[in-house]
């Protein structure tokens, strides 16, 4: 999921028309630049999880049990995921 800024730039756009798979992947995306993409990262995962992706949800669920836990690494808790594997 190493992708160039230009190749990022035209999958982003490319989404505005797609559904919720294409959300989550755009979440996953985020989530590989790093930290300073945390949030827009976790905007796309809810968008994904609000149309009914399974996966967002899950990745969801799990920053969300890191958080209530006061666990401070929940922000890198997202960006150590093995995304991979919600991939087919």
Do not use: C
């Amino acid at each position: 999921m190493n992708l160039n800024d230009r190749e990022f730039e035209v999958y982003r756009q490319a989404v505005e028309e797609g559904g919720a798979e294409s959300y989550f992947n755009l979440g996953a995306m985020y989530a590989s630049r790093g930290s300073d993409f945390y949030h827009e990262s976790v905007m796309w995962y809810r968008t994904a999880a609000n149309q009914g992706h399974i996966e967002a949800q899950k990745v969801l669920d799990t920053i969300k049990e890191n958080k209530r836990s006061h666990a401070p690494w929940y922000k890198k808790l997202l960006l150590g995921l093995d995304l991979n594997k919600y991939f087919n």
